[in-house]
């Protein structure tokens, strides 16, 4: 699993990094599945402020790494590689995707699938492979995606003024141009209704993938396995819950407090609490909701 975060976490700084241009960005993630198999392969050409530029310096301890690691493990990691590889390059190279960022609610879903929802399908079939979990756990793909939607659409909501200030756009123009012409005016005097109630759509957007995390987590027989998956998702609906209804999103970063952060992780025993923690964050959002938000009855 760490060797398959690590690939991956070198995937997407390449993509990440804007200083890169397009025709040596597009080749290097169409075809980083196979550069994982070059030894002794580094990259030094990200930009200074790129913050894992590291790792892609370092990049030749991760290849041997991989080329350790028994064959039904490696071939996960390179088909998982492959597919989001070429989701990213699809994206980076879409001129529309540049200059205005996501545009349909199935666009944002297909995004949000190759950069987590992968992940999430790469981890069950590593699952599998081990023989720590059944074997049907590779076969359901549609809710192991969820799992990674839900906390990537989570981060992208928490991430509005970071991206935008970077000039990068991930809410889908199908939500926020119901409220505004552009994205930025979110933030400006004026528009607070409008930014609660936009910020609301995204929210109930996220929350539609409740039901299959739970369904997922129940699944897992494992109980380290199952820790590693539940407490993202735990953070995942705490964040959610203080994003919801809440203006500072608009202007800084919202994170849950440390404390808070422990206390969820102490709790991730097992399904049951597990899905008390989702009720208590759900019961919390329903209290927030406001009968003159057009997402009322929905939430």
């Known amino acids: ?38 030894k002794g392969w580094t990259f030094n050409e ?15 301890i991760i290849i041997e790494e991989f080329l350790n690691l028994e ?17 990213m390059a699809d994206y980076a190279k879409n001129a529309s995707h540049q200059e205005y960022g996501i545009l349909t609610n199935e666009d944002y879903d297909l995004y949000c699938h190759y950069v987590a929802g992968l992940v999430g399908n790469g981890l069950s079939c590593i699952f599998s492979a081990s023989g720590l979990e059944k074997s049907e756990l590779a076969k359901i793909t549609e809710i ?24 990068r756009r991930f809410w889908p123009k199908e939500i926020w141009s119901e409220y505004v012409d552009d994205l930025a005016d979110l933030k400006k005097p004026g ?43 735990v953070m995942a609906i705490a964040t959610l819950t203080l994003l919801f209804k809440n203006h500072n999103v608009y202007n800084s970063i919202v994170k849950i407090r440390k404390g808070e952060t422990i ?3 102490l709790k991730c025993t097992n399904i049951y609490e597990v899905a008390n923690v989702f009720r208590y964050y759900t019961r919390v959002i329903i209290k927030k909701n406001d009968p003159k938000d057009p997402n009322f009855m929905k939430i």
């Open 263 to 265: 206390k969820l992780i």
């Open 46 to 60: 990200s930009g200074p402020d790129e913050k894992d530029r590291q790792l892609l310096v370092e990049f030749s």
């Open 71 to 87: 064959k039904k493990f490696q071939k996960v990691i390179v088909e998982i590689t492959n597919k989001m590889g070429n989701g």
């Open 191 to 233: 528009y607070e209704i409008k930014a609660i109630n936009c910020l609301s759509t995204m929210v109930l957007n996220a929350l539609q993938h409740i039901p299959d995390c739970l369904t997922y987590l129940n699944k897992l027989q494992n109980e380290s396995i199952f820790r590693f998956c539940a407490i993202p998702q």
């Open 144 to 167: 192991s995606n969820s799992m990674g939607l839900f906390l990537q659409k989570t981060n992208i909501i928490r991430d509005y003024s970071e991206d935008l200030s970077d000039n």
């Open 1 to 38: 699993v760490c060797i398959f975060y690590l690939v991956l976490r070198g995937l997407d700084t390449i993509e990440d990094d804007m200083s890169i241009p397009i025709t040596k960005k597009e080749p290097l993630l169409r075809n980083f599945h196979e550069i994982i198999y070059k």
